[in-house]
């Protein structure tokens, strides 16, 4: 096999070229049947001669690849090709281009990994092709005199060699190896001549910043880095290219720039320079040059090396000393006006396919699911304000578009929210709450002192007053400009029945991703997020379910309260719909979970029907779902009670239950969080972060009619399990 992929014959060609041949991309076509760590195999001669004789450019390369899953929704084969893409290398005349290949293949091979092993069900078919996207670099050079800026002028710590020509890197590293008393920032004979002590073979000037690296390696006693200048608005020096070695001679350039030019200059004291910007203190300190933080002994800094040389040069902008983490958001505490709950209903078509090959790797696709109704209610923070009943609706046809009609219902009625609510009420102000306002002495929304700052707070929608408050807590607490739509199993199921719905027009959707099938929220009109699960119902009493109670009572109520029971694998098609009987038991049967329902959960459900009188499965199923969104809206209603009670902090305004917890602790302690202000204990958490994939493999051995099994039993979130496990202690007699 490997002799046939040698034997073939791969051929690299100009496949696109634009801006008038500055940027180009070359291809390298698949093959059928190969894979794609034998394609790169296969190709990397004709891509390394190809570097080879493509000098001066930027380049990287997109491996694309053909992949295909099967639609939890529909059980469709959808194939789409996915572009896997390197970083961005410069390519010179000294670059290793083996090495810029292999980066270039680690990165698309991690960047493939990631994307089949999130969750997605996708799989690797074949490889389509390889482009390699190339650009002109022209990068940075120093060229002719610029005068100092003053703010570098007065820190005296610069020489800035008067050049007449394009030779400033060369006169700037004689002048560090040959440093004088006076004018030394003149370009003399004398200097010229040492200038020819230095290596300068294959340098070109002006000299770009990248063939610094050239240069070192002509000269192995010499370590060069390079500074950037920065004073647009704030002035500041941050590194520009930092050398790998540390050498006998060690040379410190400042690159600054005009409208017209670039200009090296000599760095002859960074304590100077650097020292007003970590520090108000005059005293000296050793740099390093790398993070551009300070320190007051050698020891000091060649500990901090040690994390520091592992991370790429930048200058770093920590928090001031003491500065902390405290809760600030209080207008979270403000119950969102409106919230949204809703569900899905699906016909679940059986679909029938030949048996896959056992021998290769397949999804066997048995069921495509169809939107077959929703039902949404809308819940306002006051019922007198606004009351609402649930918005039901089931396909009448098989031609309705169910997910779009919930997005197009459901947009209309926000909308005629919006408009009804647009401008805010007047405040109502009593006698009764002028008096609670002159005596007021803590801000109602903050808990702070009140000042001259204060002032009367009041609800936009009732015109009620609420409290006195600080001038800036009054501002901050707005009303969300969000309505958040509660889901039943949203990121495992509902989204993907009507997501693509919501861009109908081509609007843009803002998406907080979990992995590449789900996601914590994604918003146009509406923000949907993730809080509960039906289970929770068992939670509530009778007296907690107002908004159920509201449409059913007595019996009826006792009935919802329960678990309802539906036939899902059943309901395969629209006219199922119209049956007058309920199904048999075994109807009920699910196909997913191989479990067959109780005949406490059958007698339950012919108990539903008869008691709500249904005549069709599509009355029972209309009550089915309309039951399930007002058992969502009493649980989520009553965290958002429970929430508000003990924390004054609304989950409505959240995204995540992990969010609200942070903000409930950092509210209810009081603590605040002390930020980190030294760039060490930054290196030093980094350096001690963990993660990746972690599976523990032990064989199993079974026998099954005559025949030994072995199977992989993989472990995941170490860390959580040995917390839940019991810890044995040896007592020693």
Not at 258 to 287: A, G, M, P, W
Not at 582 to 592: E, G, Q, V
């Amino acid at each position: 096999m490997f002799g046939e992929i040698n034997e073939q014959k791969f051929v690299l060609y100009e496949s696109e070229s634009a801006v008038k041949g500055f940027t180009k991309q070359y291809t390298v076509d698949g093959r059928p049947g190969m894979d794609d760590v034998s394609f790169l195999n296969a190709v990397r001669p004709l891509v390394v001669d190809f570097l080879k004789r493509n000098r001066r450019i930027k380049v990287n390369l997109v491996l694309t690849c053909k992949t295909e899953r099967v639609s939890i929704t529909t059980g469709d084969v959808i194939t789409q090709d996915i572009p896997f893409v390197s970083r961005t290398e410069v390519n010179l005349e000294a670059t290793d281009v083996n090495e810029l290949y292999n980066n270039a293949v680690d990165k698309m091979m991690e960047s493939m990994a990631i994307f089949l092993m999130g969750g997605s069900g996708w799989r690797f078919v074949a490889v389509q092709k390889l482009d390699i996207n190339t650009v002109k670099y022209q990068p940075l050079k120093g060229s002719s005199y610029i005068p100092l800026p003053k703010y570098l002028a007065d820190k005296k710590a610069i020489i800035n060699l008067k050049n007449e020509n394009n030779q400033c890197f060369k006169w700037c590293l004689a002048r560090a190896l040959n440093p004088v008393g006076r004018d030394s920032e003149r370009v003399t004979k004398e200097l010229r001549k040492q200038t020819e002590d230095l290596n300068w073979n294959g340098i070109t000037f002006p000299v770009p910043l990248n063939e610094t690296d050239k240069f070192e390696r002509n000269n192995t006693d010499l370590s060069i880095s390079v500074f950037r200048y920065e004073g647009s608005m704030k002035p500041y020096v941050y590194p520009l290219r930092i050398s790998k070695h540390e050498r006998k001679y060690v040379v410190d350039l400042l690159l600054i720039s005009n409208d017209s030019t670039n200009h090296y200059c000599l760095i002859n004291n960074l304590s100077k320079l650097f020292s007003s910007q970590v520090t108000k203190s005059n005293e000296s300190r050793l740099f390093c040059r790398r993070c551009l933080n300070g320190f007051r002994s050698k020891e000091a800094l060649d500990k901090h090396k040690l994390y520091c040389n592992q991370h790429e040069a930048v200058r770093p902008e920590m928090p001031e000393p003491g500065m902390k983490l405290t809760f600030k958001n209080h207008n979270r505490s403000l119950r969102v006006p409106f919230v949204v709950y809703a569900d899905f209903e699906s016909f679940i078509e059986p679909i029938h396919t030949c048996q896959p090959d056992p021998n290769t790797p397949y999804t066997k696709q048995y069921q495509r699911h169809t939107p077959s109704s929703f039902c949404y209610y809308i819940k306002c923070f006051n019922d007198d304000v606004c009351k609402h009943e649930p918005v039901s609706y089931v396909a009448q046809d098989d031609d309705v578009d169910v997910a779009g009609k919930f997005v197009e219902t459901l947009e209309a009625h926000i909308k005629k929210i919006y408009r009804q609510f647009k401008f805010p009420k007047s405040m109502t102000f009593t006698t009764a709450d002028e008096e609670r306002y002159n005596r007021a002495t803590k801000c109602h929304i903050c808990d702070g002192e009140l000042g001259n700052d204060r002032v009367r707070d009041h609800c936009h929608f009732t015109g009620r007053f609420r409290g006195a408050a600080h001038n800036g807590c009054n501002l901050n607490y707005k009303d969300p400009k969000f309505i958040p739509v509660i889901f039943h199993n949203l990121s495992g199921y509902d989204s993907h029945l009507f997501i693509k719905k919501l861009a109908k027009n081509g609007e843009k959707i803002n998406c907080i991703p979990n992995n590449e099938e789900k996601c914590i929220s994604f918003s146009k009109e509406v923000v949907v997020g993730e809080f509960t699960n039906k289970e929770l119902s068992k939670n509530l009493s009778k007296k907690q379910c107002k908004n159920l109670k509201s449409l059913y009572t007595d019996e009826q109520l006792d009935l919802l309260l329960r678990k309802g029971v539906y036939p899902y694998d059943y309901m395969d098609s629209l006219e199922r719909l119209n049956e007058t009987q309920l199904p048999p038991k075994a109807a009920f049967y699910s196909k997913r979970n191989d479990t067959e329902i109780t005949d406490e959960d059958y007698e339950h459900a012919q108990t539903v029907w008869n008691e709500f009188g249904c005549k069709t499965i599509r009355v029972y199923h209309d009550l089915y779902n309309v039951s399930d969104v007002l058992l969502l809206a009493d649980i989520f209603e009553n965290f958002r009670n429970v929430c508000m009670d003990n924390y004054k902090l609304d989950p409505a305004g959240y995204f995540t239950s992990p969010g609200l917890a942070w903000d409930t602790a950092l509210k209810l302690t009081g603590v605040g969080l002390e930020l980190l202000s030294n760039y060490d204990m930054l290196l030093m958490i980094k350096s001690g972060i963990r993660g990746s994939i972690s599976t523990i493999s032990n064989r199993y051995g079974g026998q099954t009619t005559g025949s030994w099994v072995n199977h992989l039993s993989r472990g995941s979130n170490l860390y959580s399990f040995h917390i839940l496990t019991p810890i044995t202690f040896m007592v020693g007699l």
